[in-house]
């Protein structure tokens, strides 16, 4: 596993996709589409049951920078995750489910600020889609930089938003839990960042525009909120290790914010 990026302006992109094939084509399109075309996308099937497969290996037929690997059975969002880190090759590392879609300035628009500013992880807003694609009325709009105190509050990084420097951060893995992974690896990334690189508001970036749209399944929501609650309480006791008295005080911030979120229309 190296650690030496191939080009400096390569986005390696993870995309784990398990029974994908309703909306696997519309994610790779929109990869396909960026303005930012010097990427590979390293499409993981977690054991799915479908022709997501097939259809996967369809695309890379197609399109070269397209490579699919496949887990040992179904592992769950961060095994499979994990294994397209390993794989990648680009300088840096960003995340897209396979039920999702970026828009097509996304990676410009990140690379420029992270260049600009001379960030290690960015991140930005976006817009809620139901299963026919319809758009919120309103982005969620995250704050303009975070540290692992405000990420234990809230995780205010959409995963499909989500790009860091692993030629200067590492191709960090996410923990092996099956829920609230990617909060556990946006928590390592800006501890890392503030211990080797200097406070985390000269270079973590959030940015205020939509970038990507992020598809809700409404007969799941309500399970799926608590099912979180219960592995972002994992995180504070088993992942981060924080104290009882520690974890409860960030519970209560994660609580609050997670209803603020859910009022977005």
């Avoid at 996304?106 to 992270?114: R, S």
């Avoid at 030629?167 to 928590?187: F, N, S, T, V, Y």
Wanted: include cysteine; charged fraction near 20%.
């Amino acid at each position: 596993m190296s650690e030496t990026p191939v080009r400096d302006t390569l986005v390696s992109i993870v995309m784990p996709a398990y029974n994908a094939l309703p909306y696997l084509r519309e994610a790779v399109a929109s990869v396909q589409a960026q303005t930012h075309q010097d990427w590979e996308l390293l499409i993981v099937d977690d054991g799915s049951t479908d022709d997501t497969v097939a259809v996967a290996r369809l695309l890379a037929t197609v399109d070269p920078r397209i490579r699919v690997l496949q887990s040992a059975g179904q592992g769950g969002p961060a095994r499979a995750r994990n294994l397209a880190i390993d794989a990648s090759v680009g300088r840096y590392i960003a995340f897209l489910d396979s039920d999702d879609a970026w828009l097509p300035h996304k990676l410009a628009t990140q690379l420029a600020a992270m260049q600009q500013h001379g960030a290690l992880l960015c991140y930005s807003a976006y817009y809620k889609i139901d299963t026919a694609g319809v758009r919120s009325e309103r982005p969620v709009v995250p704050p303009p930089w975070v540290d692992h105190v405000m990420l234990l509050k809230s995780n205010h990084i959409g995963c499909l938003t989500g790009i860091f420097d692993a030629g200067a951060l590492g191709r960090e893995r996410m923990p092996d839990i099956r829920k609230r992974q990617d909060l556990a690896l946006w928590i390592r990334l800006t501890r890392r960042i503030a211990a080797r690189f200097g406070p985390c508001r000269d270079k973590v970036i959030g940015i205020a525009e939509p970038l990507a749209l992020y598809r809700v399944h409404q007969g799941t929501v309500s399970s799926n909120k608590s099912s979180a609650a219960a592995w972002q309480w994992k995180v504070y006791r088993e992942v981060e290790r924080l104290s009882l008295p520690a974890s409860i005080w960030y519970f209560i911030h994660y609580a609050v914010n997670g209803w603020l979120k859910s009022r977005i229309r």
